[in-house]
């Protein structure tokens, strides 16, 4: 169950420093979806949609009013058991990425293609659906672009340019520096001053880079486990700020 792709690909153009930039930024919240989809049988290529959706940003809202990481709009929110109280919990990493698995799996479960099911996250079911009736997968068994809207297409495109970037820069400086250990993992709330105290590199991580892994500020929102940078965090990534720029933020890499 997993994406493939080819050994040659169009999308060398899609190499950027800005997106080789978020990519080596996203590098922790990245390695976290990819160890979700990889407990559920997903195919790990699916870790790169925040990037797409977001820029990997969980305060990222857009126009049409979705919200978060995965940009969940407030009805898919609601069929997706996240709550929009007194906090949106389209904004909390953790429960979104479980939310946007669930969604991903159902899509592939009414299409069982998952190029399908990555055009149907951002046209829709219902659109996707109607387009099959016009001949969207074609006799060779692949999806004719031109069918989709150009929002979608370049979706696609983007999806697969990603990948591709990951993999041909896999040696690149800026992208082999990183060991393929989490970075993130989950802890009781209860004990995070104690677990920040037993590692000295930890002790100063600001609440800005606890509320960029999480989507909320753990010291307003009291919940029963939350999400922090493990020990191998701070040698690649700063534990005292983020980058913010206009409508984004992201983990500021060394």
């Known amino acids: ?77 609601s069929e997706y058991n ?27 479960s009414q299409f ?8 149907a996250y951002n046209w829709g079911s219902g659109a996707v659906q109607k387009s099959l009736k016009k001949g969207l997968i074609g006799n060779n068994g692949k999806i004719n672009l031109n069918l989709l809207p150009n929002e979608t297409k370049n979706y696609l495109i983007s999806f697969y ?11 690149s400086d ?12 989950k802890i009781s709330r209860n004990h995070l001053y104690d677990y920040l105290n037993q590692h000295v590199n930890l002790t100063t991580v600001s609440s800005s880079v606890l509320k960029q892994i999480n989507g909320y500020d753990v010291f307003k929102i009291k919940k029963d486990e939350i999400l922090v940078p493990t020990e191998i965090f701070p040698q690649f990534f700063s534990i005292s700020q983020i980058r913010s720029e206009e409508h984004t933020s992201e983990l500021q890499s060394h």
């Open 82 to 108: 996240l709550k929009r109280s007194r906090v949106d919990e389209r904004t909390d990493v953790e429960k979104s990425t479980r939310a946007a698995i669930d969604l991903l799996q159902t899509l592939y």
């Open 161 to 171: 340019a990603y990948n591709y970037m990951i993999k041909s820069e896999a040696d």
């Open 174 to 185: 800026i992208l082999k520096k990183f060991p393929d250990q989490p970075y993130i993992i």
């Open 1 to 77: 169950r997993r994406v493939l792709f080819r050994s040659k690909s169009p999308f060398t153009n899609f190499r950027s420093e800005k997106n080789l930039r978020l990519l080596a930024s996203s590098t922790p919240l990245v390695k976290y979806y990819a160890e979700a989809l990889i407990k559920e049988g997903m195919p790990i290529e699916f870790a790169v949609l925040p990037l797409i959706e977001s820029g990997n940003n969980p305060q990222a809202k857009s126009k049409k009013n979705a919200l978060g990481l995965w940009q969940f709009i407030p009805e898919t929110a």
């Open 112 to 119: 069982h293609d998952w190029n399908l099911v990555l055009a």
